[in-house]
């Protein structure tokens, strides 16, 4: 049994989607905003940011993959920042989505 993906209540969460829909896309976006902090969002930010995409991780706590071995996870952080273009942004919620006048997002 998996877990649904949460979108949390804030203005402009209707201009978001999920781990769900990310595959119907019709093309590739320029840029991602991954927010959370579970395999789930690390892994999708990784096939994006492998696929191309600008991204940026946003994730509430201190690290990533709470619950997993702790030496590893500070592995995978060290490894994404040095390996990667992922913008990973620790201790940051966002409180809003603004669409901006030439169509992308704040």
Do not use: C
């Not at 991602?32 to 994006?48: P, T, Y």
């Not at 390996?83 to 169509?103: L, M, R, V």
Request: hydrophobic residues 35%; negative net charge; glycine residues 10%.
């Amino acid at each position: 049994v998996g877990g649904w993906p949460f979108k949390p209540s804030i203005p402009g969460i209707e201009h978001t989607i999920t781990s769900n829909e990310i595959f119907y896309l019709p093309e590739q976006p320029k840029r991602v905003v991954v927010v959370g902090g579970g395999f789930i969002a690390v892994e999708f930010a990784n096939i994006m940011d492998g696929l191309g995409s600008d991204v940026t991780l946003m994730y509430r706590g201190d690290l990533f993959l709470r619950g997993f071995d702790h030496d590893m996870r500070v592995h995978l952080a060290e490894e994404l920042e040095r390996n990667t273009d992922i913008d990973i942004q620790f201790n940051t919620d966002p409180t809003e989505i603004k669409k901006n006048d030439d169509g992308s997002f704040t």
